[in-house]
T-cell receptor
Framework: EAGVAQSPRYKIIEKRQSVAFWCNPI?????LYWYQQILGQGPKLLIQ????????DSQLPKDRFSAERLKGVDSTLKIQPAKLEDSAVYLC?????????????FGPGTRLTVL | AQTVTQSQPEMSVQEAETVTLSCTYD???????LFWYKQPPSRQMILVIR??????QNATENRFSVNFQKAAKSFSLKISDSQLGDAAMYFC???????????FGKGTRLSVIA
C-alpha cells in the first residue's frame, strides 16, 4: 500500500512570495489533514477535509493561507504572501473513516524556509 | 481545549537498556485515544503505539509498551532493549472520539548511546 505522498520536499522562498504544497493521501482515505510544525514544536492542525469538504479550518490564517481538495483526493495548500514566521515543516496526513481509532498516516512533509 | 505536555525535552539511553518517556494530558472527555509517534530526521511521522481510553489493558507493540493511568491523565512510553534506530523525536498525541485532529505535545528528543 502506497503511503501519503507530498511534494516538494524542500522549498526556499523570499518573504512576500507565494508557494504551494501538494499532498496525495492513501487511496480510500476520506479524511485529509494539513499540519504546520515549527522547529522545536509538535505539529498543529491547519485544516481538515472530509472528502472535498472542509471540517475544521479554525486555525488556518485565512488572510494568507488557502487550501483545497478537489474531487476529494489530492490537496493543495497555498501561502500568499509568505512571511518569515511561516518557515516550518508542513505535514499532510490522512485517515480512513472506518472503525475508530482511525489512525492518521503522515507524509514525509515539506520543509519551507522563508528568507 | 485538550492539551498534551511532555516534560522531558531530551532523554538519552544506553543501547540495550530501557527508557521511559513521560506524557500527561488534560481533558474533560471520557472517550478518547492516545498515541506515540516517532519522528526521525527524515521528518516522517511514524506511529509507534496507540491506546484507546476505554481499554484498561496497556498497549504493547514488540519492544514498545505504555503505562496508561487514566485517572492521573498520564501516558508514558517504555522502550525496552533500546536500539540505535530508536533515536528520534517522540511525540505524544491526543485525539477525541470521532474523526478529529491530533493534539501533539512538544516532543522528547531521544538519543541512543552505543
Amino acid at each position: 500500500e502506497a503511503g501519503v505522498a507530498q511534494s516538494p520536499r524542500y522549498k526556499i522562498i523570499e518573504k512576500r512570495q507565494s508557494v504551494a504544497f501538494w499532498c496525495n493521501p492513501i487511496s480510500g482515505h476520506a479524511t485529509l489533514y494539513w499540519y504546520q510544525q515549527i522547529l522545536g514544536q509538535g505539529p498543529k492542525l491547519l485544516i481538515q477535509f472530509q472528502n472535498n469538504g472542509v471540517v475544521d479550518d479554525s486555525q488556518l490564517p485565512k488572510d494568507r493561507f488557502s487550501a483545497e481538495r478537489l474531487k476529494g483526493v489530492d490537496s493543495t495548500l497555498k501561502i500568499q504572501p509568505a512571511k518569515l514566521e511561516d518557515s516550518a515543516v508542513y505535514l499532510c496526513a490522512s485517515s480512513y473513516d472506518g472503525l475508530p481509532p482511525d489512525t492518521q498516516y503522515f507524509g514525509p512533509g515539506t520543509r519551507l524556509t522563508v528568507l | 481545549a485538550q492539551t498534551v505536555t511532555q516534560s522531558q525535552p531530551e532523554m538519552s539511553v544506553q543501547e540495550a537498556e530501557t527508557v521511559t518517556l513521560s506524557c500527561t494530558y488534560d481533558t474533560s472527555e471520557s472517550d478518547y485515544y492516545l498515541f506515540w509517534y516517532k519522528q526521525p530526521p527524515s521528518r516522517q511521522m511514524i506511529l509507534v503505539i496507540r491506546q484507546e481510553a476505554y481499554k484498561q489493558q496497556n498497549a504493547t507493540e514488540n519492544r514498545f509498551s505504555v503505562n496508561f493511568q487514566k485517572a492521573a491523565k498520564s501516558f508514558s512510553l517504555k522502550i525496552s532493549d533500546s536500539q540505535l534506530g530508536d533515536a528520534a523525536m517522540y511525540f505524544c498525541a491526543y485525539r477525541s472520539a470521532g474523526n478529529t485532529p491530533l493534539v501533539f505535545g512538544k516532543g522528547t528528543r531521544l538519543s541512543v548511546i552505543a
